[in-house]
């Protein structure tokens, strides 16, 4: 290669605030996830959670990833770090690392979804539900769904990225800014489906506040670094980031009312779901009657069968 390539030479001197604060929104990317992962945990249930807002995050974040893996100026950096340092390499392939960690994280939160369903399920049938939940609330069954749903797009998108870099290199420009487009509508809607859940419910569930608390300035941090890196040819990689940005504030600030600011009996609703998948503290009214009225159900009356079997 030629060693007098301007890209090879921007790239040869990368400064030192772009890669400080390149490491820093990747450490702040593992940081922001980390309360998520350890809220789940924690309860141990994903209660809350929108498998639909799972769905979309993760192929979302599929579709960006592969995005800036085939984006033009992705295999010029790999090309030219035949030709610099290795720091300066490491410098730039750190726009990358930031959203392969993104992608990364999400994935995880995938994971933690379906392992910690609430569900409760028959020994001859594991798969469906046997709660008596509202028949709108989602099923193990679908969790399946979105989690075999997104190992599907990941595995597809990466045969068809292999497939035109082999066979087709000169389209994978084309391709990138379809995968970042499709990255992009998804991201507008993803938070959609959790907002409408959250509204439901009235309660933030399983979901993490400080979480969206770090991510939302977060993104648009990283959307600012991402343009200054990438210019405007990069777009479809650092414009989602802002739109994530502005309906993960809309969801924020809806958490931050139904936990601190709303009524008391939406505070004090549950995180998450007890032994037969129903959130506690929701059980029905007529779970537990009044002592009088059992005595009274239990006297004799003109109603009352000679015969109990009748």
Known sequence: MDPLNPYCRELASPGFFQPVLSVLIIIGILFSYLPQHFRIISLRSSFGISPYFVLLGTTSGTSAFANILVFPKTSQGVACCREISGPACFAGLLGVMQVGMQWLCFFSILLLFVIYFPRATSPTDPVNSVSSSSPNEPTYRTALAVTAICLLHALATVIVSVAFALRQP?????????????????????????????????????????????????????????AAREGAQGWSIWGVLVVTAC???????????????????????????????????????RAEAPASEREHAEQPSEETPLLQSQ
């Open 170 to 226: 000169t389209a994978l420009h084309a391709w990138a800014n379809f995968l970042g487009v499709l990255s992009a509508i998804l991201a507008s809607i993803q938070y959609f489906p959790q907002i409408y859940t959250t509204f439901r419910l009235r309660c933030v569930g399983s979901l993490s506040i400080p979480m969206m608390c770090i991510q939302t300035p977060g993104s648009l941090i990283w959307a600012a670094s991402l």
């Open 247 to 285: 309906l993960q504030g809309t969801l924020l600030v809806m958490a931050i009312y139904f936990e601190y600011f709303g009524p008391k009996s939406q505070r004090k609703a549950v995180h998450h779901a007890d032994e037969d998948g129903t959130p506690n503290g929701t059980a029905p009214e």
